[in-house]
Each structure stands twice: as C-alpha cells, then as structure tokens.
C-alpha cells in the first residue's frame, strides 16, 4: 500500500484547476493527519483550515482555539465557524456544517476531507438499515460538487488503523472528542458494537465494501446515463416533464426518470416514500384536479398533463405606476419587458398603473373581433393556475390595456407601439405562451 503522503499527491495530481484547498480541520486524529500531509505536499499559501465549532460540547472553544495553535505552527491559514445544529441529532449536524462549509467554498475552492474507509463502511451498513437504494448504498463518493467548489475524500480508502498508525509513528497531537463514545448516536454504536463482529469474521472488510460501493456507484452512473436518455427524448424544458411519454416507459424506468429529473432541476433526491406520493398523489390525481407536492424547498404540480417543477412563489410586486418605456422591468415574480416588435402596440410615455387580477375581468384582445374573461383567455394561453394570481396585467385610465405575453388589447394601441412581454421566474419558456 502506498505512503500516505504518495497516496494524497496522486489523487489530488488532476485537480489542477483547484486555487485553494480547503481543509475542514475538526481536530480528531483523521484531519490532523489530513492537515499534516496537505502541509507536507501542498502550497500553503493555497491552504485555508476550516474548523467548525458546533457548540455542543463545554470545551468547543478550547478546541478551537488548539486547532488554531497547531495551524499557527504549520504556517496554514486558519478559520473557525460557529454554527447552531438544532436538535444535536447526527443530521442537524450533518447539515449545520455542510452549509457552513457551502458558505466558505468559492469558485476553484477544493474542500478535503478526512473520511476513510471505516467512516464508508458504516455509512454503508447505515444507509442499508434505513432502507436505501442503490444510490444510498453507494455511500460517499470520493469526489462530488458542493456550492461554488467541490468536495474531495482522498482517504477515503484507508482505514482508520492505518491513519491512527500514521499520526502515532509521527508523534502527532489531536482532539480526543468525547461525543465519540456515546452510544446514544446510532454511528457510534454500528462503530463500537457492529464493526468490531465484522471485522473479527471477515478482517478484509475494508476492502469487500470499497468494491461494494464502487460496483453500486458505476450502477448508478448507468442508471442516470439512461435516465438522461430518457430524459432528452421526451423533455420539453428543464422544469416541465410531459406525462404522456412518461408514462409509455416502464415503471423502473420512470421511477429511476422521476429521481433523475427532480434532482436535475432541484438537486433534491427522493426519498421511496417521496417517490410513491409522486406517483399516488401528482401522477395519480383526477385529471380534473391540479395536485401539488413540496419536495425540499420546490412544488411539483401538475397541469394540462404535465408536471411542473418549480421553487416557492416568491410575493408578488404591489401595484405600481409608471411610464412606458423600451426595455426590462424586474419585478419580484418575474421581469416585464417592452419592445417594439409589431405594427402596433402600447404608445412610449405612456402613463400606466400594473396591477393584478381581482375576478371578473374581461378584455378586449387586439384582433379577437369581441370580448373575453380574463380567466378563460389565461386558459387558453396555457398558464397555469398557480401563477395567474401574479400574471401583470397593464391599466391606462383605468381601462385594461393589455395582458403581458398574451395580448394587447383594442383599446389603447397605436401604430408603432410597444409590446409587453412577460417572463415569469421558474419557466425557462417565459411568459409569451405562442401569443405575443
């Protein structure tokens, strides 16, 4: 097996694009070793040590404050986050510092950790408790995006034996955390209580899961490969999935393009009970109905048998006036355009009042030849419900003149005029609907 500090040059030697690396330095034996090889065989000048402080524990702030020490000897830049976990669970801390380190990472930035093969195992048998599939079961990934930059795990295939060897050989100090011990996390039991049976049954258990996690990580690179496939035949824009051809696929191949999709789109990955609700609850519905699920922090709906993915609504902008002029107005919920694209349109200098539906409104769309409800000219442009109630409609002395991305209307058009456009956020197609 190679020495450690050969092992992190040849995994780190393609990543030549990275300007920093940076070190999440807890303190434990795992990143102090991981900080003494970057130190050995990186520029310090392109090291920044990050330490988080969840201050859970009586000591945090010495602890930092030793982590600070040990950077100071190795000339390593060093920086120290204070974060507020929730609960103390494993996964309010998980998440506390994942968006931590999200926070530091910029573009170029490389951020090491110190996980090793013992940390994979018992991500493995974890995640098989908890009922994973394939992807859960594949564990960490050595390398993967995250924020701006992207996270490394270049010990990922060494044991915590061999580590612990290294750091003791070289006389190395480090932060004996006693959150550790307690059995009450359930990764500290598998660690106490399970590995210990495995490993006396089959001592080449290191290596049995790093083969296991790499077959289930190559089937997962397949499984989005067809996914993409399927993907490319049948997608009309990046938040809109069609449910026709959806539904011509298998249901495997369907379930696998559900996860693949709303990971694409939201970098949410479904759980098996997100999944069915999906499928019962989206998919299922009458098709007189407009179901919609919150998945993380995005709705998926369905309409006109298609279903929508897309972030929260953001509040809408209040009613304004203004004065008619070439080019792009942003607002809250989406940018409202003017250009001169037809023959006629509304005039420049115009002095107009945007406001919102309040029901019951009719328009007079340009080259309809007669009236119309507002509600039934939406439906007929294909918006959908959920984004009506934001849609801008446009008022000249108190007579609706037109509705952005759908229609002008016959009362105050001139020859030469502008056009109003409207993009809402969260449809890449914009708000033109094939109207204007």
């Given at each position: 097996m190679a020495e450690l500090p050969v092992l992190l040059v040849e995994r780190l030697k393609d990543l030549t694009h990275i300007r920093r690396w940076v070190i999440a330095f807890s303190g434990g034996v795992d990143s102090r070793v991981l900080l003494e090889l970057c130190a050995q065989q990186l520029p310090?000048?392109?090291?920044?040590?990050?330490?988080?402080?969840?201050?859970?524990?009586?000591?945090?702030?010495?602890?930092?404050?030793?982590?600070?020490?040990?950077?100071?000897?190795?000339?390593?830049?060093?920086?120290?986050?204070?974060?507020?976990?929730?609960?103390?669970?494993?996964?309010?801390?998980?998440?506390?510092?994942?968006?931590?380190?999200?926070?530091?990472?910029?573009?170029?930035?490389?951020?090491?950790?110190?996980?090793?093969?013992?940390?994979?195992?018992?991500?493995?048998?974890?995640?098989?408790?908890?009922?994973?599939?394939?992807?859960?079961?594949?564990?960490?990934?050595?390398?993967?995006?995250?924020?701006?930059?992207?996270?490394?795990?270049?010990?990922?295939?060494?044991?915590?034996?061999?580590?612990?060897?290294?750091?003791?050989?070289?006389?190395?100090?480090?932060?004996?955390?006693?959150?550790?011990?307690?059995?009450?996390?359930?990764?500290?039991?598998?660690?106490?209580?399970?590995?210990?049976?495995?490993?006396?049954?089959?001592?080449?258990?290191?290596q049995r899961v790093t083969a296991t996690t790499r077959q289930l990580s190559e089937a997962c690179e397949l499984l989005d490969e067809m996914a993409q496939g399927d993907l490319s035949q049948i997608r009309s824009s990046p938040e809109q999935l069609p449910l026709l051809p959806l539904t011509e696929l298998s249901r495997a191949r369907q379930r696998n393009l559900l996860r693949f999709w709303v990971h694409r789109v939201s970098g949410h990955w479904l759980s098996e009970d997100e999944l069915f609700r999906v499928e019962e609850q989206v998919i299922g519905a009458g098709c007189d109905r407009t179901p919609e699920l919150k998945l993380g922090g995005y709705w998926l709906r369905r309409y006109r048998e298609c279903l929508y993915l897309q972030p929260a609504l953001p509040e809408r902008e209040a009613p304004f006036l203004f004065t008619l002029e070439p080019g792009e107005r942003r607002l809250s919920q989406g940018v409202l355009g003017f250009e001169q694209r037809a023959s006629q349109g509304l005039p420049v200098g115009a002095r107009l009042r945007l406001g919102y539906r309040q029901g019951g409104e009719r328009v007079r769309p340009l080259g309809r030849g007669g009236s119309v409800s507002l509600k039934q000219l939406m439906q007929e442009a294909g918006v959908p419900p959920w984004l009506r109630a934001g849609w801008p409609l446009l008022w000249q002395n108190e007579v609706l003149v037109a509705v952005p991305g759908i229609c002008l209307c016959h009362e105050g058009v001139v020859e030469g005029g502008l056009t109003p456009l409207w993009r809402p956020f969260g449809l890449s197609d914009g708000g033109c609907f094939g109207r204007l």
């Amino acid at each position: 097996m190679a020495e450690l500090p050969v092992l992190l040059v040849e995994r780190l030697k393609d990543l030549t694009h990275i300007r920093r690396w940076v070190i999440a330095f807890s303190g434990g034996v795992d990143s102090r070793v991981l900080l003494e090889l970057c130190a050995q065989q990186l520029p310090p000048e392109r090291l920044l040590a990050l330490h988080i402080d969840h201050q859970l524990q009586s000591g945090s702030k010495e602890w930092a404050k030793r982590c600070e020490a040990i950077c100071e000897h190795l000339n390593i830049a060093y920086r120290c986050i204070c974060v507020n976990p929730g609960t103390g669970s494993e996964s309010d801390l998980r998440d506390a510092r994942y968006q931590a380190f999200e926070e530091v990472l910029e573009p170029g930035d490389c951020l090491l950790l110190a996980q090793h093969a013992d940390d994979q195992a018992e991500t493995l048998f974890l995640r098989l408790m908890r009922g994973a599939g394939v992807r859960g079961l594949a564990s960490m990934p050595w390398m993967r995006p995250l924020g701006q930059g992207v996270l490394a795990r270049p010990l990922l295939d060494q044991s915590r034996a061999v580590i612990e060897r290294w750091a003791k050989e070289r006389g190395l100090e480090w932060i004996e955390d006693p959150s550790n011990a307690s059995e009450i996390y359930e990764r500290n039991w598998v660690r106490h209580n399970l590995m210990p049976l495995l490993r006396g049954r089959w001592p080449r258990l290191h290596q049995r899961v790093t083969a296991t996690t790499r077959q289930l990580s190559e089937a997962c690179e397949l499984l989005d490969e067809m996914a993409q496939g399927d993907l490319s035949q049948i997608r009309s824009s990046p938040e809109q999935l069609p449910l026709l051809p959806l539904t011509e696929l298998s249901r495997a191949r369907q379930r696998n393009l559900l996860r693949f999709w709303v990971h694409r789109v939201s970098g949410h990955w479904l759980s098996e009970d997100e999944l069915f609700r999906v499928e019962e609850q989206v998919i299922g519905a009458g098709c007189d109905r407009t179901p919609e699920l919150k998945l993380g922090g995005y709705w998926l709906r369905r309409y006109r048998e298609c279903l929508y993915l897309q972030p929260a609504l953001p509040e809408r902008e209040a009613p304004f006036l203004f004065t008619l002029e070439p080019g792009e107005r942003r607002l809250s919920q989406g940018v409202l355009g003017f250009e001169q694209r037809a023959s006629q349109g509304l005039p420049v200098g115009a002095r107009l009042r945007l406001g919102y539906r309040q029901g019951g409104e009719r328009v007079r769309p340009l080259g309809r030849g007669g009236s119309v409800s507002l509600k039934q000219l939406m439906q007929e442009a294909g918006v959908p419900p959920w984004l009506r109630a934001g849609w801008p409609l446009l008022w000249q002395n108190e007579v609706l003149v037109a509705v952005p991305g759908i229609c002008l209307c016959h009362e105050g058009v001139v020859e030469g005029g502008l056009t109003p456009l409207w993009r809402p956020f969260g449809l890449s197609d914009g708000g033109c609907f094939g109207r204007l």
